[in-house]
């Protein structure tokens, strides 16, 4: 079954204790791309990936990092968390960048930082 | 700066009637544009998109048109169901980039 697997699907952590939400695809996609979702602000793209060792910011990318080692992962790094990284996140991946209908998004992670 | 916005934040339609969600961009070089629908709990899925050459394009009970004149989209649903309940939103894109800028969204409440 094609899909996006992020891990884990909730997290409640302290401020400054490292965290690392991964995701996974099993599709092959080229792109894979990282969002924030806040009551009001609807979705906000952190980061993207157009393939391999190829990583971009979007509009929100301060206190986060990424990867993109191997095709099917794009893990999401917090390395200092604070509160106002409590969020929803997605993680998405699509064939060849956002075009076209076949971008998938995961089920989403919880974290909530205190 | 760069903004995509939507008009109405909720939206409460009849089922059986039709449904229209605007959305307001403000970057003229935006190029592709993608609607997408989010249920509770769930991540969003994509509806329909449309490339800044086309004025509208339609899908099944969807059609999406493109003002270019005035930066503005709208999602139409035909004879709107309950199971179109949910979140809409918008986004855009400069292809061939990889970045995406969101709209706020709108809820759509389609009474029985």
């Known amino acids: 079954e094609a899909q996006v697997t992020q891990n884990p699907r909730y997290l409640i952590t302290v401020t400054g204790k490292k965290l690392t939400v991964t995701c996974s695809q099993n599709?092959?996609?080229?792109?894979m791309s990282w969002y924030r979702q806040d009551p009001g602000l609807g979705l906000r793209q952190i980061y993207y990936s157009m393939n391999v060792e190829v990583t971009d910011k979007g509009d929100v990318p301060e206190g986060y990092k990424v990867s993109r080692k191997e095709k099917r992962n794009f893990p999401l790094i917090l390395e200092s968390p604070s509160p106002n990284q409590t969020s929803l996140y997605f993680c998405?991946?699509?064939?060849?960048?956002?075009?076209?209908?076949?971008?998938?998004f995961g089920d989403g992670t919880r974290l909530s930082i205190l | 700066g760069e903004s995509v916005g939507l008009h109405l934040p909720t939206l409460s339609v009849q089922e059986g009637d039709n449904s229209i969600i605007n959305c307001a961009y403000s970057?003229?070089?935006?190029?592709?544009f993608i609607w997408y629908k989010q249920e509770s709990g769930k991540g969003p899925q994509f509806i329909i998109d449309i490339r800044s050459n086309m004025d509208k394009r339609q899908g099944q009970r969807v059609t999406v048109l493109l003002n270019k004149t005035v930066k503005h989209l709208s999602l139409q649903i035909a004879a709107t169901q309950p199971g179109d309940s949910a979140v809409y939103f918008c986004?855009?894109?400069?292809?061939?980039?990889?970045?995406?800028?969101f709209g706020q969204g709108t809820e759509l409440s389609v009474k029985p």
């Open positions: 970057n003229s070089a935006s190029d592709y």
């Open positions: 599709m092959n996609h080229e792109y």
């Open positions: 986004a855009e894109n400069i292809l061939p980039g990889g970045k995406l800028i």
């Open positions: 998405a991946s699509s064939p060849q960048g956002t075009e076209g209908a076949a971008q998938h």
